[in-house]
């Protein structure tokens, strides 16, 4: 863009932004004429917190078993497959 046209340009944003009255959005004109047969009601500013459902436990947990169980079988299992891998390479040099 030429310097002139940055002119022309930074003039006209002035001379909006300068105007007395502002017409207002589509949504604003849409909002009020809605609202001029049918206004709406009060509504807080934050809405009441639903009361919290118990939770529901998973459909494949076993009941009574906690989570550091499963975390125990995991790292056991994980530590058996380390070993199996070490006795299968000890085996594999001699």
Known sequence: MSERDDEEREFDLKWADGAE????????????A??????PGPVPFRADP???RAR????????GRSSWVST????????????????INFRGSA
């Open 21 to 32: 009255h502002k017409e207002p959005s589509a949504r604003a004109r849409m909002l009020a």
């Open 72 to 87: 125990a079988l995991v790292f056991g299992c994980v530590a058996a497959v380390i070993v199996l891998l070490g006795y």
């Open 34 to 39: 809605r609202w001029k047969d049918n206004p």
């Open 56 to 63: 529901r436990r998973s459909p494949g947990r076993a009941p």
């Open 50 to 52: 639903e009361p919290r």
